[in-house]
């Protein structure tokens, strides 16, 4: 609907008049955009929004729960928006992606006779009466695992349904809704077409919302597999739960306003677990559309599980990183479907779900079967159009990982001639295979099996192979090994909060599917399933949130926070083997990528204690997000919307809390908030550091508890008290403690809470020194690693280049080559996109590429936007620098400067780095006057 002239909230004349030299000066053809517009109190009706802009106003949703309104405006009228009384904050729209039969057997919550363990049926009742949604791509109704057996009662206080026209819903699927304005907004102003069937419908038309829905909470279908392997009985973790789907995702991806549509209605609706197995790069709270959603959600008292990424193992990774929702990476399960590699005398088992080759077939590996006009490069990846059937035809072609979809690598083999490929992981992948639907056959194997294969492949003149597929096998050991796509830590928006929180199955996992998809997801393939085997963290998200419905079904009083700490306080950190969690090479993993652990359904329905998080906990903790006094010596910049963060995220909460709340006038500490798991990103080299928690019992009657530590090397760790004990008496009472206390180690660059810096290092000189020489010293190690890289002449090279580049060079290699990020590169980047769209759905085929690209076209955009606006910011600092430098009468300056909103922490910045040159080149004069002003824009300087 669009808003036009008309009644509205009369603005001051200041801003009227901004508006008119506005208006005057913005083009007729300005770019319109998709915005979410918070306010401080009920929103102004859409019309009086248009009439105080003087534009045309598209309203796209309304939400009443966090007092917003999803609109799309001339994106040249948002600094007015922002300007207009009662707006809290202006987000734009962004485009989020969406991220069995053995899983529960595995996780202990049935025995190898597929006999439900008694924790499991009796005491979490299978989940009966908790009503578990997803935010995804649609669902099936025709499922089995979303049958009506006329067993399950009508859910109690459900006032959700399904979208007009949907006639799958029953007691088991109790709703279906779709929300896709934000979609349709973005694609109009991308001049891009939606398919209106699939946009329009709650259907799933790409399997991947059918798959996470029927894994948390999908009921009782037996003798179901995948393509004939794996056959067994599939459920959900709460089987005997309601189900709802609510579409927000779609080929094109996930809105942003899709997405806070969909969560609020299922808050509205009564759902009580929440899965999402969507996310993006991980943002400030205010710009992540998920984290403001969650936020209201978790006051309602719907527990939030959301999938961690698939970007691993690159450091710091990890998305969906807000307190208030359980974060879940992926790990292996103790099974796999073989898939035997014949040569010589040597048989190697990777993975797969394809079929057997009749008959041993000569070999060749794709680096030696490029066509003509295609280096060996790209047909060692198997791209499209590189091989060369006079090569290839009636051959095993050996391809490597990377770039295209692991299914069409199978697809360009098949179309060359090939009757087979052998899929080999580079080192990076490591040990991490997938078992994928292939359209021949073939089989996924790891770096290190791949050494042998292509040792034979060159040793031999004529190498003969052969392809032998299995079904699945158990008992695999070690298990659970993190999943290399599974994103990882440090949390990069808060170091004081260890993400993700906790693991769980997510590679090979069979669930339900839609039918309107084929298993690979690639044109050519007429195949359809029921069950499918999928991988990603998308997959071990929903098993957690069949685990919350478990929790909620044995404690309904429980608040969403005390799920989060029964589930991650009880998880494993072992394998099957005895030994510690692995990660994909074979090394031992870190918190950093399991987080607490691997889940562990049946201690978690019996924690014991919980820490017990309150709606005053995370007030305390956006607190702590606010700074009262920088100075201008943060390691990093600050976040700029952190003002309006504290606004928002105070409000949604204290929208929950009768009583007013202010900040507290001492330290707010991040790390203090209530949480089940303890990240202390920076240590001083000498004293202590100390942490509060916590913690209730909740296991019934008296009982008292003793702390048990694992020191991290080079720390020490102390709990006081060592002892809690409980009389029974009061079921609310709880007991503090803290910990650690007297912890000794230097700080650790890379890991410096930026918001926290200053307030521990200004206190501690020896720690500030022995931080300053370590910055120093990581910094020259960087700067001849760069120097030793090559730079290539190439986009398609460059790609690449920054594919490997280090996180943590990234902005410094965007300023070192930015006259060759130019439009033809990011044309470059668009393209590959598009193609990997066109040609293969977000399946398992597709998911390591696609998001590489899209969250690199991201990330270097951003980049460079960025640095230019430094570009011209440092000129305009200099400028005004020198102004002040040359002055005659210094405070006029200042007072003139501050006046015009001019001072601001570049230009100090700026003459911190004059004073540092003049020190080192001993011009104590210089130092003496440039330190003398310094002292004076500080008295004056805006932060």
Known sequence: MKMGRGAGRVMPLALALLLALHLHATPASAARKSYLVIFDGPPPSPTGLAAALGGTVDLIYSFGGINGLGIQIDSLLVPVLKLLSGVVAVIEDKLYAVQTTRSWEFLGLQNSNGEAHDVWKNIGKFGEGVIIANVDTGVSPISASFRDDGTLPKPANWIGGCQPGYSGCNNKLIGARVFNEGIKAMSEQNGEQVNETEVNSPWDYEGHGTHTLSTAGGGFVPNVGALGHGTGTAKGGSPRAHVASYKACFKEGCSGLDILRAILTAVEDGVHVLSLSVGSPASDYITDTIAIGTAYAVTQLVVVVAAGGNVGPTAGSISNVAPWMLTVGASTMDRIFPADVVIGAKTITGQSLTGSTDQPCAMISGEKANAAGQSAANSSLCMPGSLDPAKVSGKIVVCTRGSNGRVAKGEVVKDAGGVGMVLCNGAASGDDVSADPHIIPAAHCSYSQCIDIFNYLQSDASPVGQIKTRDAEVGVKPSPVMAAFSSRGPNTITTQILKPDIIAPGVNVIAAYSQEVSPTGLASDSRRVVYMVESGTSMSCPHVAGIAGLLRAKYPKWNPNMVYSAIMTTANRG??????????????????????????????????????????????????????????????????????????????????????????????????????????????????????????????????????????????????????????????????????????????????????????????????????????????????????????????????????????????????????????????????????????????????????????????????????????????????LTNILQSKDRKKTLLDMVERNELNMSILTLLDENIASAKTSNQEEAVAFMEDVRSSMLKYITV
């Open 575 to 880: 394998g099957n083997d005895g030994v510690g969690i692995r990660d994909e090479t074979g090394s031992a993993a870190t918190p950093f990528s399991y987080g607490s652990g691997h889940v562990n359904p049946v201690r978690a329905l019996d924690p014991g204690l919980v820490y017990d998080t309150t709606t005053r906990d995370y007030l305390n903790f956006i607190c702590s997000l606010r700074p009262t006094n920088t100075q201008g010596l943060l390691p990093v910049s600050l976040p700029p919307p952190l003002d309006i963060l504290w606004t928002l995220l105070i409000r949604v909460f204290r929208g929950t809390d009768s009583d007013p709340f202010k900040c507290s006038k001492d330290d707010n500490h991040p790390e203090d908030l209530n949480y089940p798991s303890i990240s202390a990103p920076c240590l001083p080299s000498s004293g202590s550091f100390t942490v509060k928690r916590r913690v209730r019992n909740v296991g019934g009657g008296a009982a008292s508890y003793t702390v048990s530590i694992t020191q991290p090397a080079g720390v020490t760790v102390t709990v006081n008290p060592s002892t809690v004990s409980f009389d029974g008496k009061n079921p609310k009472e709880e007991k503090h403690f803290k910990d650690p206390e007297g912890i000794l180690a230097p700080p650790q660059p890379g890991h410096i809470s930026r918001l926290e810096f200053r307030r521990r290092l200004d206190s501690d000189a020896d720690a500030r020194a022995a931080f300053d020489l370590q910055v120093k010293e990581e910094q020259e190690r960087r700067r001849k690693e760069r120097e030793a890289r090559v730079i290539p002449e190439t986009d398609a090279g460059l790609v690449e280049f920054f594919l490997d580049t280090d996180a943590r060079e990234i902005e410094i290699e965007i300023g070192r080559l930015r006259p060759r990020l130019n439009k033809g590169f990011f044309d470059h980047i668009q393209r590959e996109i598009a193609q990997i769209k066109f040609a293969v759905t977000r399946t398992a085929a597709n998911e390591d590429r696609l998001i590489e690209l899209e969250a690199m076209q991201k990330v270097i955009g951003e980049g460079v936007e960025a640095y230019d606006k430094l570009q011209n910011d440092l000129v305009t600092a200099k400028e005004r």
